[in-house]
Nanobody
Framework: QVQLVESGGGLVQPGGSLRLSCAASGFIFSNYVMNWYRQAPGKERELVAGIANSGSITNIADSVKGRFTVSRDNAWKMMYLQMNSLKPEDTAVYYC?????????WGQGTQVTVSS
C-alpha cells in the first residue's frame, strides 16, 4: 500500500527551527526524486525543496534558500526537511511527495505555524 506520512510540525516562534520527517512506503523509494511541498491558507501548493534519488543533488526554492535543507535516508525510506530561521510566511501545511508527473495520493501533511 502506497503511503506518505509527514510529521514533525508544530508551533514555533519566528527565528526558531523544526525538522520535518516523511515516511514512505509501498514503492521503491530510492528510485524517485522526492520533494517537499507546502500550502498556506488561500494559496496554491508550492514546491519547497527536492532531492535526487541518490541524495547527491538538492534543489531549494528561493524563498527558503539558506534556511531550509533537505535530506533522505533510502535505507529507512525517509526524507527530512530541516527548517531554520523560520518566518511567519513559512506558516503552511507541509507535504512530501514524488516529483510532479509522478505524484502519489497526498498524505495528511504536517502543520507548521510560525508565530510569536
Amino acid at each position: 500500500q502506497v503511503q506518505l506520512v509527514e510529521s514533525g510540525g508544530g508551533l514555533v516562534q519566528p527565528g526558531g527551527s523544526l525538522r520535518l520527517s516523511c515516511a514512505a512506503s509501498g514503492f521503491i523509494f530510492s528510485n524517485y526524486v522526492m520533494n517537499w511541498y507546502r500550502q498556506a491558507p488561500g494559496k496554491e501548493r508550492e514546491l519547497v525543496a527536492g532531492i535526487a534519488n541518490s541524495g547527491s543533488i538538492t534543489n531549494i526554492a528561493d524563498s527558503v534558500k539558506g534556511r531550509f535543507t533537505v535530506s533522505r535516508d533510502n535505507a529507512w525510506k525517509m526524507m527530512y526537511l530541516q527548517m531554520n530561521s523560520l518566518k511567519p510566511e513559512d506558516t503552511a501545511v507541509y507535504y512530501c511527495n514524488r516529483d510532479r508527473g509522478l505524484l502519489l495520493p497526498w498524505g495528511q501533511g504536517t502543520q507548521v505555524t510560525v508565530s510569536s
